[in-house]
């Protein structure tokens, strides 16, 4: 009996101690789980702090170069450069500088750094950033729009472009230059034998469509990856360039809506210039030589309800001093049979209605010359016509000296016909279907003219010669135009044609 009670107790003693042994097993196990698990967390805890620091890292590198082309762009904005001038900057800023890299320390002690490159394709800037924190990296793309108009090319056209055996397009350089087409389709350019360019450039074409389709009666020379074309004697190439695929619709300025009007404003001895119901009169009675100061006179107005506005006759160095503001006069009648000056950094725009607009300039120069008569003059002066779209504008110079010096945002058409040694200088915008370019092209100097026409066919008759750019839906010449590109015309004072009126910023989208 009692052997057995002591090899039952050995028995409990030993499942007690196999007992304890599997418990701490079953602890260990569990330690060891908890610390791989914490040291798991602990890992990924890290990583996705660093998987985050990655991505503003790489995003600070986006900022720097967004920031870069801003300051450029603002700066030479700012100074009053031209469009030309300004994106010759910004490409001279990309071959000399594109890329950037900061390397710094994390405030959790990690390295990071980001590499950034900034690069532009028409009127896309396009950046890129890649950001590296300890070994996790994440690259960022952003895509800047100026939503405006890049003008470099003697003629743009949206759809159809129809170049005849006199026509010639010339750089700035004056040499043979370049033209474009927004369309690809078949046939929709024409180059006849002799017409005389550079350069073609087009969309890419859908296959099977390539450029010998798309341009009439191009001869191939070489192999498809040559990309030229033979028409009669001359050889140009084509380029494939779909960095725009349409014209920016002209937005006309708002009417503003006012009622006050203009100071009596007389100088000594002479009738008043502004007479007690705000009427301008400018004729032989005004004083040569004198300054209106319409600015001071009026300050801090810009806006003002002008009955009559009338310019009689040309009043030799008459000015009218608007200071650094743009001033708008709403008339109810615009009469225009001379020239005067607008003087000071700002602009004089006149608002009127296509039945109160009297042009009345044979054989004479309308509008504001200046000192000189260099084209960025006529920015200074811009007359708003509103009409039925079906009225039609008659710029009918006359003979001989009939010139004009002036910028005209419309929509309505335009006949711009010009004799003997007729000039335009100045910018046109319109909304119109129809442009008339008729001419003598005998002047010299020649025609400074941007002209602006999204929706219209522009039909030359006669001869033109002209710099400064023609832009329009369609072209097609039954005469003889020369067109010399000019880049004092890329800067229009077209707030929807500028590139840096406002940028357009896409998402920041990671690769």
Do not use: W
């Not at 698990?37 to 986006?62: K, L, P, W």
């Not at 950037?100 to 950034?116: A, E, K, V, W």
């Not at 370049?178 to 296959?207: C, F, M, N, R, W």
């Not at 039925?388 to 335009?414: C, H, K």
């Amino acid at each position: 009996m009692r052997n057995l009670v002591l090899k039952t107790r050995l028995n409990n003693r030993g499942m007690a101690l196999v007992t304890v042994l599997m418990v701490m097993l079953v602890l260990s196990i569990l330690s060891t789980g908890v610390i791989v698990i914490a040291v798991a967390n602990f890992d990924q805890t890290s990583t996705t702090v660093e998987h985050s620091q990655a991505y503003y890292v790489a995003e600070a590198g986006v900022n720097y170069q967004v920031k870069r082309f801003e300051n450029l762009t603002a700066t030479m904005v700012a100074a009053d450069y031209d469009t030309t001038e300004i994106i010759d900057a910004v490409d001279d800023m990309i071959d000399d500088d594109a890329e950037f890299g900061h390397s710094f320390t994390t405030t959790g002690g990690m390295p990071g750094s980001f590499n950034s490159t900034i690069s532009r394709n028409g009127n896309y800037m396009y950046i890129s950033s890649t950001g590296t924190v300890g070994g996790v990296t994440r690259t960022l793309t952003k895509r800047l729009r100026m939503p405006g108009l890049i003008i470099d090319k003697a003629i743009l056209t949206q759809g159809y472009l129809g170049i005849n055996a006199t026509d010639v397009f010339l750089g700035a350089s004056g040499t043979y230059g370049p033209v474009q087409t927004l369309t690809a389709e078949e046939d929709s350019v024409s180059i006849d034998k002799l017409g005389k360019v550079s350069e073609v450039y087009i969309p890419t074409p859908e296959p099977p469509l390539t450029f010998v389709d798309v341009i009439e009666n191009c001869t191939m020379i070489g192999t498809l990856e040559d990309m030229t074309c033979q028409t009669g004697a001359y050889q140009y190439k084509v380029f494939y360039d779909d960095s725009v695929d349409t014209l920016p619709p002209i937005v006309l300025p708002t009417v503003p809506n006012t009622t006050l009007k203009l100071q009596t404003y007389t100088f000594s001895g002479k009738s008043p210039l502004v007479s007690s119901t705000g009427n301008i009169l400018i004729n032989s009675t005004t004083a040569i030589g004198a300054t209106y100061d319409l600015a001071g006179a009026n300050t801090p107005d810009t806006k003002f309800y002008v009955p009559s506005f009338r310019v009689e006759s040309t009043v030799a160095d008459f000015a009218i001093d608007v200071g650094n503001k743009d001033i708008e006069l709403v008339v109810d009648s615009f009469y225009l049979s001379g020239e005067f000056k607008v003087i000071g950094t700002g602009s004089l725009t006149v608002f009127v209605d296509y039945d109160d607009l009297i042009l009345n300039c044979k054989n004479k120069v309308c509008g504001v010359k200046g000192d000189t008569a260099t084209p960025t003059v006529a920015d200074k002066f811009i007359l708003v016509v509103r009409g039925d779209p079906t009225d039609e504008i008659d710029f009918t110079a006359g003979q001989n000296q009939s010139s004009f010096y002036l910028s005209v945002i419309t929509n309505v058409s335009m006949d711009i016909t010009l004799y003997g040694n007729g000039h335009f200088y100045g910018f046109i915008a319109t909304t119109s279907e129809a442009v008339k370019l008729n001419g003598t092209g005998n002047a010299d100097p020649k025609s400074s003219l941007l002209l602006y026409a999204p929706n219209a066919t522009v039909t030359v008759d006669g001869s033109i010669n002209m710099d400064g750019a023609l832009i329009a839906e369609s072209y097609s010449s039954n005469g003889q135009a020369v067109m010399r590109f000019n880049p004092d015309f890329t800067s229009p004072p077209f707030d929807f044609l500028d590139p840096f009126a406002s940028f357009q910023y896409e998402p920041t989208i990671e690769q």
